[in-house]
C-alpha cells in the first residue's frame, strides 16, 4: 500500500513539472542551437542576464519563463519568481545566490513577445568547488596592454564595487572600478588576474568573481622602407650630355636587416656594372643611400624611367624619377602663365559679373528667394523735404518722382511708400510712419548735400528716419539702403545711428543720367532690394513700355 502511494506521488510531480515546463505551449518557441556556458565557484552569487541581449533589455511587453534541467535529477522543473528562494528569477535576469555543486546544470529561458513570438536560449552553468585553471576567461596575448576589464558585473547591467588580485594577492593601492589601469606593459606583468565584484539583492551582498591569464607577445619590430629621397615621381632637369647623380635614401628602422637592399633600375632593367652608371651604396644606422651617378646624359636617358627599388624581408617598394631637358622647362613655364592669366581673367570677370548671375538667378528662382511675410511695401522711402535750396530740392524732387519710381516701381515692379502721394490728407502723421514702416520690408534713405543739420526732431522727415533706424538698428527687422545725391564732404551732420550704418557700408553713389534702368547703380540697388515676384515685375513691365511708346520715349 505505501509502495503504490508512493508511485503515485511520483506522478503527480512528473504531471506537475511536465505541466509546467508546457507552459505556454501553444506558442512554438524558436529554439537558438548557440548555448552559452558559464563557469563559476561554489559560495559564490550568480546574477545571469538572458544571453540576448534584446531579450535582456526588451522587458516591456514581454514574459519570461525560466527552467532548469540539473545534472543531478536530470529532470526539467520551472524556476520561482519568489524572491525568497535561493534561485529565483525575475523578468529577463535569473538570481542562483550561494552556488553549490548541485547548481550544475542546463538552464532554459523562454522570452514571449507579442504577435505569438516566442524565443528559447540555454546557458550551461559549471560550478567548481575550488579554484581551476578551467575558470579562466580566454584572453589573446597582447604586444600591449593598457587595461584589463572586469569579465562579471557589467557596468550595463549590474552595479558593484570592485576587488582586484594578481596570483591570489591582493593590489596594493588600486580604485574599485570594472577597470584595472596598467602603466607600464613589460612581462612583468603578466599573471592570474582576479576581480571579485560585490553587489547587493535585496539589501543582502553577493560575491561574483572572474580570472584571466594575462600574456604579454615580444615585441616585434617591422618597419616598411620609407623613402626620403627621391620623391615618387619627381623630375630632375638636365641637359643632353651633363652629368647628373640621383640620390636615393631608404630608411628601414632602427637597425638595417641582412636582407634589406636598395638598387637603381632604368627601364625595368638594374643599372649594376653599366657602362656609363655608377652606383655607389653607404650604410647610417637604420638607413641605407644609392648614389646613381649618370656619367653622360643621353636622348635614351630623358625618355625612359628610373626606379629606385627597396627590399626587406617582406616586400618589395619602389619610387620613380624622370630626366627632363632645361629647353623643356620654357614651355612649361609658358603654360603655367597662360593659365595663370586665364584663371585671373575668369576671376575677374566673374567679380565683375556677380551681381548680374544673382540677379538672374532671382528671375529664375523667384520662388525660392520670394518669401511671403505679411508686409505691404517693398521699400520706405526717407527723404528731405524742407529747409532746401531750390537746385538740391529740384534735384531731390527729380530723383523722387522721375528715376526712382520709373525704374523701381514703373519698369521692376517694386511698391515703394513716398509720403506726399501714398498718405492721405488728415491722417495722424505719426501714426501712419510707424505703421507704415513696419510695413516695409526695406528703408531706402536718400542723403542730399547741403542739407541742413539742424531739422527738428519734431518733423515729419526727422521722425520717420529716427524710427527707421530704430527698426534697422535695435531691432533688426529692416534692411537699409542708403542711397547718396552728389558729393558730400563729411556726415558728422548725421545721426549717430545714420553715422554708423555709413561706417559699416557706403552710400549708393547716383549721379544725374543714370536713368537707365539696366545701369550699375539701379543694379546695385535692386540687389539690395527684397525680391519682387514676377507676376508684379511683368505687368508694371508691360505698362511702362506701353506709356514710354506713347510719349515717344522708348529707343
Not at 110 to 124: A, I, L, N, P, S
Not at 167 to 194: D, H
Request: with cysteine; net charge negative; hydrophobic share 35%.
Amino acid at each position: 500500500m505505501m509502495r503504490m502511494m508512493l508511485e503515485i506521488i511520483l506522478l503527480l510531480t512528473e504531471s506537475v513539472l511536465v505541466s509546467s515546463y508546457a507552459l505556454n505551449s501553444t506558442v512554438q518557441c524558436e529554439r537558438f542551437d548557440k548555448e552559452r556556458t558559464m563557469k563559476v565557484r561554489a559560495g559564490e552569487s550568480l546574477y545571469l542576464p538572458c544571453p540576448n541581449s534584446y531579450c535582456f533589455r526588451q522587458t516591456e511587453n514581454s514574459s519570461y519563463v525560466w527552467f532548469r534541467n540539473l545534472s543531478r535529477t536530470k529532470q526539467m522543473e520551472q524556476i520561482g519568481t519568489e524572491e525568497s528562494e535561493r534561485v529565483h528569477f525575475h523578468q529577463s535576469v535569473l538570481y542562483i545566490l550561494w552556488l553549490n555543486l548541485n547548481d550544475t546544470g542546463r538552464y532554459i529561458t523562454h522570452w514571449y513577445g507579442e504577435d505569438d513570438f516566442c524565443e528559447e536560449y540555454e546557458t550551461v552553468v559549471v560550478v567548481y568547488e575550488e579554484f581551476s585553471m578551467d575558470l579562466l576567461y580566454k584572453t589573446e596575448p597582447e604586444q600591449v596592454i593598457s587595461g584589463i576589464y572586469c569579465p562579471v558585473c557589467d557596468e550595463e547591467e549590474q552595479q558593484g564595487t570592485f576587488v582586484w588580485y594578481k596570483n591570489f594577492s591582493l593590489i596594493p593601492n588600486q580604485e574599485s572600478a570594472p577597470v584595472l589601469r596598467i602603466r607600464n606593459s613589460s612581462k612583468q606583468i603578466e599573471g592570474i588576474y582576479t576581480c571579485v565584484c560585490t553587489w547587493e539583492h535585496h539589501g543582502i551582498k553577493h560575491k561574483s568573481s572572474g580570472s584571466r591569464r594575462i600574456v604579454i607577445k615580444e615585441q616585434t619590430i617591422n618597419v616598411s622602407p620609407k623613402f626620403s629621397l627621391p620623391i615618387n615621381n619627381s623630375v630632375v632637369f638636365t641637359d643632353v650630355g651633363s652629368e647628373v647623380i640621383l640620390n636615393c635614401s631608404v630608411y628601414f628602422g632602427q637597425s638595417v636587416c641582412s636582407q634589406c637592399s636598395i638598387h637603381w633600375e632604368k627601364d625595368d632593367i638594374r643599372l649594376h656594372e653599366v657602362d656609363g652608371y655608377e652606383q655607389k651604396d653607404r650604410k647610417i644606422d637604420g638607413t641605407l643611400q644609392s648614389l646613381l651617378k649618370i656619367t653622360k646624359v643621353s636622348e635614351s636617358d630623358l625618355h625612359s624611367e628610373f626606379r629606385c627599388k627597396a627590399q626587406d624581408s617582406y616586400e618589395v617598394v619602389f619610387v620613380s624619377v624622370t630626366l627632363k631637358s632645361r629647353a623643356s622647362v620654357l614651355s612649361v613655364i609658358v603654360a603655367c602663365i597662360c593659365t595663370s592669366l586665364v584663371l585671373l581673367l575668369l576671376a575677374g570677370g566673374l567679380k565683375w559679373f556677380a551681381l548680374d548671375l544673382v540677379l538672374f538667378s532671382r528671375q529664375i528662382f523667384v520662388k525660392l528667394y520670394r518669401k511671403e511675410d505679411g508686409k505691404l511695401y517693398d521699400a520706405y522711402v526717407i527723404y528731405q523735404r524742407n529747409n532746401l535750396d531750390e537746385a538740391t530740392s529740384k534735384t531731390v524732387c527729380d530723383f523722387i518722382n522721375g528715376s526712382l519710381l520709373t525704374v523701381l516701381e514703373s519698369y521692376y515692379g517694386f511698391k515703394l511708400f513716398i509720403h506726399g502721394r501714398d498718405d492721405l490728407p488728415g491722417e495722424d502723421c505719426m501714426n501712419l510712419i510707424e505703421t507704415e514702416i513696419q510695413l516695409s520690408r526695406r528703408l531706402i534713405i536718400v542723403l542730399t548735400p547741403g542739407a541742413s543739420s539742424d531739422k527738428s526732431s519734431d518733423s515729419p522727415e526727422a521722425y520717420d528716419l529716427q524710427v527707421g533706424l530704430h527698426q534697422a538698428l535695435v531691432q533688426g527687422e529692416t534692411g537699409v539702403i542708403v542711397i547718396q545725391l552728389g558729393q558730400m564732404q563729411d556726415y558728422t551732420h548725421l545721426p549717430l545711428g545714420l553715422q554708423h550704418l555709413l561706417c559699416k557700408n557706403s552710400p549708393l553713389l547716383w549721379k544725374d543720367g543714370e536713368s537707365s534702368p539696366n545701369s550699375r547703380f539701379w543694379k546695385r540697388v535692386r540687389y539690395q532690394m527684397p525680391v519682387v515676384s514676377s507676376f508684379q515685375r511683368s505687368s508694371r513691365k508691360e505698362s511702362l513700355k506701353a506709356s514710354l511708346q506713347c510719349q515717344g520715349l522708348l529707343v
